[in-house]
């Protein structure tokens, strides 16, 4: 299957603003299980949607990763989806599907599916892509069993190096990896290695966290190997009860191996810049930059569950500078409609050694969403929670209410959350954890956080409250935006009280603003903490090109009445992503170096990439095209001529082809990815060969060397170069110099060097 992008430019403008448009247009082509050859061509028009053009759209389909014969499309007068039955007879598709398909598009609402929807219709997963203009149908024993796997490997590493003159050393790595098996299997494994020394003091710890080996059936899978609750993925348990086992076996459904969408965000105000680290139980799990006042650490990048973390404020030279414990709640407690998932581990605890066993169940009942786990170990050890959620709308008002209750060897306790969004009322939510320290697998504390904000006219108001252990704080924070003539700018303005080093009587005040013009941006920071004021700066310049981003900016502060300058640099491009920061503080010098990427390698070959937290990838081998570089991007991740590259996929999703995007204005480019992924496994990594085509473009004015325009026919492509100048090439062949040729003259322009869109040409 085969997707293609094209970029047209328009030959004949007056104005130089007129040159170049932009024409989006995607061909699949597909081979038939018989003989019928389809040839499929889909433009969206500049300026129109896709929704727009839903009564002419027209999709490839595919039944437990088999392509269909011929396409599905909307039929207005039968206001359904509809298909040539007869071709479908005549390609041996078997009558009985026939009869589903036509039972399946009978109930769907193709009109309700705006953007795209996921559904479960007459026993047949049934997905609708409007972006892609692709159907997919699967059966629920064919979900995970379909596809063949073979071996496979995806590494993900995350390398952070500091350095200071005041003997300050860190060296941080953290690293997981998914081996690809036969069989529908594959192997995880979790390490990480934390150095640190100051002075005579040293710290350091290492270890392989987390490794098992899974086997996936049609709706269930097996798992044996060793589980932290640590490296639970964001957001991925569904009770605050997570035990973590030295050795254990698992055997569930697949659904519960379903992975919601991480939702909240910790804010922290910084009276210095530096770095943030996350430590749980003694571990280091985060590292993130401190910038001078707000800052924001999302819940996808900490573990799932309910747990208290240590939150230091690390200084560019080493020194801690705060200490906060936080309590994190990061679990999904709401399903979806028909959901339904279990589990069931037994083991050994991963703290004594005794034996322990542990079952969990969710489910979509009548009214609510019910979520339950159950603990039993050695030595009289227990525990077990349930809690239910029902989301609705009250009157334009979005309620998300969750309410829970557990138990232990230790004694009772519960949570509630509430969450209200409403257009009027704003953003309300609030969560109470009482009592969580039921049981010896449960040994949380009692919290509250309260957070609250609403829109006031262009600018926005929140109020921040948390109590966690012996420490309290308060946050009220007013963001408003200021955009006169294309530079945008964002001010807010905070005051904190307590938080620092768990003291409820630190008050702080914060000031930030951002300045953003084209590709250049200027912030600046002020805070009022502990008696002192701390000033920053900052700029940067972000240029983006066919293979990444670049950044390069510098920073200059003021705190604790010392002078800092720093320099930075970030890349994040097609290997992965790269930052190197090097400041001067008083007299003393400093450095970090952070690295995040991947390495997928499988029979075929090994690539770096961008980093894959589903473990899944793609091997792209892309062509070369003599004396031209080119690059696109493929499932978001750019690529580049004449190599080959490591792209992050979904895992267990279907790609019949890859998408493919190109944002080269000089480059008029025809991709094709054939992709044909089925269900991608973890740990799976497929070999995939891009097919590329090029019109070089060039356009702009010709003139002579006294700025007079060239006109007269572009003797190596035909072209015609207008009375005053203007010209527009596309080439498949790159051309550094073009003659063009009058009536009277013959001159040679230079097509390497453009001014402001003029081209320099001499007399021959």
Not at 353 to 363: A, I, K
Not at 620 to 631: H, W
Not at 691 to 708: A, C, K
Not at 728 to 737: D, E, G, M, R
Request: aromatic share 10%; net charge neutral; proline share 3%.
């Amino acid at each position: 299957m085969i997707i293609k992008e094209k970029r047209l430019s328009v030959k004949e403008s007056v104005y130089l603003t007129l040159f170049q448009s932009t024409l989006l247009t995607f061909m699949l082509t597909i081979q038939a299980q018989a003989d019928d050859r389809i040839t499929f061509v889909y433009s969206v028009p500049d300026g129109f949607s896709e929704s727009e053009i839903d009564d002419t759209a027209k999709y490839v389909a595919t039944i437990d990763g088999i392509t269909l014969p011929d396409f599905i499309s909307y039929s207005p007068q039968l206001n359904k989806l509809d298909f040539d039955r007869e071709k479908y007879r005549r390609n041996a598709v078997d009558p009985k599907i026939i009869a589903n398909l036509q039972k399946i598009f009978d109930q769907l609402d193709y009109k309700q599916c705006l953007n795209g929807c996921d559904l479960t219709i007459e026993g047949k997963h049934v997905t609708v892509d409007k972006t892609r203009r692709a159907i997919t149908l699967r059966s629920s024993e064919n979900d995970y069993i379909l596809p063949e796997t073979s071996l496979g490997l995806v590494h993900n590493q995350n390398v952070d190096i500091r350095a200071s003159s005041e003997n300050y050393r860190a060296i941080n790595l953290n690293s997981n990896a998914w081996l690809g098996m036969p069989w529908q299997s594959f192997g995880y494994l979790n390490w990480y290695s934390n150095y640190a020394s100051m002075g005579e003091k040293n710290t350091h710890n290492q270890g392989i966290s987390t490794y098992y080996i899974q086997k996936n059936f049609s709706s269930t899978y097996l798992r044996a190997g060793r589980q932290n609750s640590i490296d639970f993925a964001s957001d991925s348990i569904s009770t605050t009860l997570s035990p973590s086992f030295d050795q254990f076996v698992t055997i569930g459904s697949q659904s519960n191996l379903r992975i919601g969408d991480g939702k909240g965000e910790l804010v922290l105000f910084s009276t210095a810049e530096g770095n943030y680290e996350f430590y749980r139980d003694g571990r280091m799990i985060l590292k993130r930059p401190a910038v001078l006042g707000r800052n924001t650490i999302s819940f996808n990048d900490l573990p799932g569950g309910y747990y208290s973390t240590e939150v230091r404020l690390v200084d560019r030279n080493g020194n801690t500078i705060s200490r906060e414990n936080h309590a994190i709640s990061n679990v999904n407690y709401s399903g979806y409609p028909g959901y339904m998932a279990w589990h069931l581990t037994a083991g050994k605890d991963i703290s004594n050694d005794g034996n322990l066993l542990e079952g969990g169940l969710s489910r979509d009942l009548l009214w609510f969403f019910f979520n339950g786990t159950a603990i039993s170990g050695s030595e009289g050890k227990w525990a077990t929670e349930g809690n239910i959620s029902r989301p609705s709308t009250l009157g334009g008002i979005q309620v998300a209410p969750t309410l829970g209750v557990m138990s232990g060897e230790k004694g009772n306790g519960g949570y509630l959350n509430l969450s209200l969004h409403g257009s009027e009322l704003g953003n309300l939510s609030y969560s109470r954890y009482q009592h969580s320290d039921v049981s010896y697998y449960s040994y949380g504390t009692s919290s509250s956080a309260l957070s609250y904000s609403r829109g006031l006219g262009n600018s926005l108001l929140s109020y921040n409250y948390s109590q966690f252990s012996n420490s309290e704080s308060h946050q009220v924070e007013l963001r408003w935006n200021y955009r006169p003539n294309g530079l945008w700018s964002t001010f807010s303005l905070g005051v904190q009280k307590g938080g620092f080093q768990q003291s409820g009587n630190n008050y702080g005040i914060f000031f930030n603003t951002t300045w953003t013009l084209d590709r250049i941006q200027g912030s600046f920071s002020a805070a009022r903490s502990g008696g002192q004021t701390q000033l920053s700066g900052n700029y940067r310049h972000i240029s983006t090109d066919t293979f990444g981003t670049t950044t390069l900016g510098t920073t200059v502060s003021r705190i604790n009445d010392l002078n800092n300058v720093n320099l930075y640099a970030t890349r994040e491009g097609s290997r992965g992503d790269v930052s190197l920061n090097l400041g001067r503080s008083a007299n003393s010098n400093n450095a970090d170096l952070n690295y995040r990427g991947m390495i997928a390698a499988n029979t075929q070959g090994v690539a770096l990439g961008r980093y894959s937290s589903s473990g899944s990838a793609m091997l792209l081998s892309t062509p070369m095209l003599q004396g031209i570089d080119y690059g696109f991007e493929v499932e978001g991740a750019p690529v580049g001529s004449n190599s080959v590259y490591a792209i992050p996929i979904k895992s267990y999703n279907d790609i019949t082809f890859a998408r493919v995007n190109s944002q080269d204005n000089d480059q008029d480019i025809n991709v094709e990815v054939p992709a044909n992924i089925p269900r991608a496994h973890p740990g799976q990594v497929y070999a995939a060969k891009a097919s590329v085509d090029i019109n070089l473009l060039y356009n702009g004015f010709l003139q002579d060397t006294q700025g007079n325009p060239v006109s007269g026919t572009i003797r190596e492509t035909g072209d015609v170069a207008y009375p005053n100048g203007l010209f527009s090439i596309a080439s498949k062949q790159l051309l550094p110099t073009i003659d063009v040729e009058n009536k009277n003259q013959r001159f040679r322009c230079d097509l390497s060097q453009s001014h402001n869109n003029f081209y320099t040409c001499s007399v021959l």
